[in-house]
């Protein structure tokens, strides 16, 4: 049973006795998305922050399970939808994290197979000119940009999940990539003027 068919087939309430529990389905959800999400938080905040993010993503979904409606959204975007709201809550540390990254470049000295799989699944495997670039972005801007390019997520998933207009999903991506591109191509010729 994949997690949107939770979502359709399986409403947040309490089921007639005989049928699995709430606390049941739950945790296939866990299952299921866990490691998604982890990745995404990780690549946004690094893999030190992830854990702690993504443990509230799912205690919140948790508490608020009953005020789930799987005729609003699936759970995938349910999920990313909160994942995202307490990134946003740390952006200072991710927009930190960013401009430090595209300052000094990821750590070339990570030993160990942990840590190489953590240091590509993190923020700190960006090039530093993208880090430096995306860092200058605006947080909402930033947020359905990750969302496509991180996790995957359509325009209709991102737009449930950030509680926007489908509109305003594709503006703000459209604006996002404008400014990238415009961001990176000044810090191209940046470096090649100080080569």
Same mark, same amino acid.
């Given at each position: 049973?994949?997690?949107?068919?939770?979502?359709?087939?399986?409403?947040?309430?309490?089921?007639?006795?005989?049928?699995?529990?709430?606390?049941?389905? !739950?945790?296939?959800? !866990?299952?299921?998305? !866990?490691?998604?999400?982890? *990745?995404?938080?990780?690549?946004?905040?690094?893999?030190?922050?992830?854990?702690?993010?993504?443990?509230?993503?799912?205690?919140?979904?948790?508490?608020?399970?009953?005020?789930?409606?799987?005729?609003?959204?699936?759970?995938?975007?349910?999920?990313?939808?909160?994942?995202?709201?307490?990134?946003?809550?740390?952006?200072?540390?991710?927009?930190?994290?960013?401009?430090? +990254?595209?300052? !000094?470049?990821?750590?070339?000295?990570?030993?160990?197979?942990?840590?190489?799989?953590?240091?590509?699944?993190?923020?700190?495997?960006?090039?530093? *000119?993208?880090?430096?670039?995306?860092?200058? +972005?605006?947080?909402?801007?930033?947020?359905? /940009?990750?969302?496509?390019?991180?996790?995957?997520?359509?325009?209709?998933?991102?737009?449930?999940? /950030?509680?926007?207009?489908?509109?305003?999903?594709?503006?703000?991506?459209?604006?996002?990539?404008?400014?990238?591109?415009?961001?990176?191509?000044?810090?191209? +010729?940046?470096?090649?003027?100080?080569?």
């Amino acid at each position: 049973m994949t997690g949107e068919t939770i979502a359709t087939a399986v409403p947040w309430a309490a089921r007639a006795p005989g049928e699995r529990t709430l606390d049941e389905h !739950f945790e296939e959800v !866990f299952d299921r998305y !866990f490691g998604e999400i982890h *990745n995404y938080v990780a690549q946004r905040l690094g893999p030190d922050h992830a854990e702690d993010i993504v443990a509230e993503t799912f205690l919140t979904a948790f508490r608020k399970r009953a005020h789930y409606d799987p005729s609003r959204a699936g759970v995938r975007a349910w999920l990313y939808g909160i994942a995202t709201n307490l990134i946003g809550k740390q952006r200072r540390l991710e927009a930190r994290t960013l401009r430090a +990254l595209g300052r !000094f470049g990821p750590d070339a000295d990570a030993p160990g197979h942990e840590d190489a799989v953590a240091l590509r699944v993190s923020a700190q495997s960006l090039r530093p *000119n993208l880090a430096a670039a995306l860092a200058e +972005l605006d947080r909402r801007d930033r947020d359905v /940009l990750l969302l496509v390019a991180l996790a995957g997520l359509s325009h209709d998933e991102i737009a449930t999940a /950030l509680g926007i207009p489908y509109g305003t999903v594709g503006s703000r991506l459209s604006r996002a990539r404008r400014k990238l591109r415009g961001l990176l191509g000044a810090h191209v +010729l940046e470096e090649a003027t100080h080569a």
